[in-house]
């Protein structure tokens, strides 16, 4: 088991979600978050005053995946995401120890898909 994490631009969102259930995957996470790549962020002017804003916002997705889900997954976000310009996202991807459906106690393939 997998879990995917991708920080994508917020309004590439609906793109990734449609690719994402095109491919059968229904089951995910997604919450706001702030962050910075390798720009280290950018400068804009408020009131006047030239600031630094170097935590812009993301979105988050999280999937949680068995084993042969993880490369259409990966494709999914790509092809929901990509527009070629900075700041299209990044996926993480880091092996998942176990998975646990409370209301009744499957655990890992079983409680994931
Ligand atoms: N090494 C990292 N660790 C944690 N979060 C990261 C890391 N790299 C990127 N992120 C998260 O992913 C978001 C999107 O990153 P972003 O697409 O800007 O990556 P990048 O490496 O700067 O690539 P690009 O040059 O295409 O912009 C960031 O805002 C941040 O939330
Ligand atoms: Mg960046």
């Known amino acids: 088991m997998k879990l995917i994490t991708a920080l994508i631009q917020p309004h590439r969102l609906e793109d990734v979600k449609k690719e994402l259930f095109d491919a059968d995957i229904h089951k ?10 390798q720009q280290k962020g950018f400068t804009e002017t408020y009131r006047g005053v030239i600031t630094e804003v170097n935590l812009l916002k993301k979105t988050r997705i999280d999937i949680a995946v068995n084993e042969e889900f993880v490369k259409p997954t990966i494709e999914a976000i790509i092809k929901g995401a990509r527009t070629g310009n900075i700041g299209d996202g990044k996926i993480f991807v880091v092996d998942l120890g176990e998975c646990i459906r409370i209301r009744t106690g499957e655990k890992g393939k079983d409680a994931i898909g």
């Not at 995910?28 to 790549?37: I, P, Q």
């Open 28 to 37: 995910m996470t997604v919450s706001s978050s702030l962050g910075c790549g």
